[in-house]
């Protein structure tokens, strides 16, 4: 059975930088897409950024160029390097595992920005 711990989020002022962790159990993490994806209060779940098992990499236009995220397969683990954040970059912040024919999701991490 597939586990995604997260942890990292918290309270930073707006320009402020929080680096993001999910630790994955299970199988196939070396194949696996991982990805991050955010959701703000009264707002649908959103995609932020994914990376593949071959290292490609996909951002949602709002954090191109403020986020990083990247993974160490040793570890199991993928991260996102969060810069120049905005308040409305708070929401909770939740990892995917991605292989075929499942999804795994993480219980989801507050991050906060204040203005």
């Known amino acids: 059975q597939v586990q995604l711990v997260e942890s990292g989020g918290g309270l930073v002022q707006a320009g402020g930088s929080l680096r993001l962790s999910c630790a994955a159990s299970?199988?196939?993490?070396?194949?696996?897409?991982m990805g991050w994806y955010r959701q703000a209060p009264g707002k649908q779940r959103e995609l932020v950024a994914t990376?593949?098992?071959?290292?490609?990499?996909n951002y949602a236009d709002a954090v191109k160029g403020r986020f990083t995220i990247s993974r160490d397969n040793s570890k199991n683990t993928v991260y996102l390097q969060m810069n120049s954040l905005k308040p409305e970059d708070t929401g909770v912040y939740y990892c995917?595992?991605?292989?075929?024919?499942?999804?795994?999701w993480g219980q989801g991490t507050q991050v906060t920005v204040s203005s």
């Open positions: 299970g199988m196939f993490f070396r194949i696996a897409t």
């Open positions: 995917l595992r991605r292989v075929p024919l499942s999804d795994s």
């Open positions: 990376i593949t098992g071959g290292g490609d990499e």
